[in-house]
Nanobody, 124 residues
Framework: QVQLVESGGGLVQAGGSLRLSCAASARTFSRNHMGWFRQAPGKEREIVAVISWSGGITYYADSVKGRFTISRDNTKNTMYLQMNSLKPEDTAVYYC?????????????????WGQGTQVTVSS
């Protein structure tokens, strides 16, 4: 069982930055691949970024490539999402999730555990 808790969301002006954190409770964190997802009002949940268990492989949605950076610290059971040059269209609830199967890591349906989400609002 993996419990995930996101933090770091808030209100920021366009062009600003935020860093989200995802703290995991389980000792198995280092063996799970992790992802960040987001869901805006009236829209489906979408993938933002994914990172392999070792941190050696990452994937980004085209919409955030070059602006967001995913990372993890397995010694702290924590994953991060550094978000720079934020845009109003980045406004959403951001979720972190964990999966043991890399084959499904780019799919919202491929994750076993989810956090409760943290709100990010970017004003224009």
């Amino acid at each position: 069982q993996v419990q995930l808790v996101e933090s770091g969301g808030g209100l920021v002006q366009a062009g600003g930055s935020l860093r989200l954190s995802c703290a995991a409770s389980a000792r198995t964190f280092s063996r799970n691949h992790m992802g960040w997802f987001r869901q805006a009002p009236g829209k489906e949940r979408e993938i933002v970024a994914v990172i392999s268990w070792s941190g050696g492989i990452t994937y980004y949605a085209d919409s955030v490539k070059g602006r967001f950076t995913i990372s993890r610290d397995n010694t702290k059971n924590t994953m991060y999402l550094q978000m720079n040059s934020l845009k109003p269209e980045d406004t959403a609830v951001y979720y972190c999730a964990a999966t043991s199967n890399w084959s499904y890591a780019r799919s919202t349906n491929g994750y076993d555990y989810w956090g409760q989400g943290t709100q990010v609002t970017v004003s224009s």
